[in-house]
């Protein structure tokens, strides 16, 4: 058998230990670590609930102009309406 001619070099067939490493790739900033990250993030539960299909509808066609995701609007929406409801107390 024969061996196949090299089309070109492979960077990822050396060894990084004694060859070039990837210290061109830049840090992009302090990074956090996983357990702050998830801190960071707000807990959330799945809650099911029965929405006229207008609404959903509405829901989704801004959900696409806003490039946001159904679930994001709708937590958006309710927290807005939240806020409303406690200043108007």
């Known amino acids: 058998m024969s061996k196949k001619p090299s089309l070109g070099h492979n960077p990822l067939a050396y060894s990084l230990k004694n ?3 990837f210290d061109f790739i830049k840090s992009t900033g302090e990074q956090q670590k996983p357990e ?11 809650a099911s609930y029965y929405l006229e299909e ?11 102009e806003q490039e946001k995701s159904f679930s994001c609007l709708v937590n ?13 107390e």
């Not at 958006?76 to 108007?88: G, M, R, T």
């Open 19 to 21: 060859h070039a490493s």
């Open 36 to 46: 702050e990250a998830k801190a960071a993030t707000a807990q959330k539960k799945v």
């Open 54 to 64: 207008t609404v959903i509808e509405k829901i989704r066609i801004i959900a696409e």
């Open 76 to 88: 958006e929406i309710l927290k807005s309406s939240i806020k409303q409801e406690e200043a108007s």
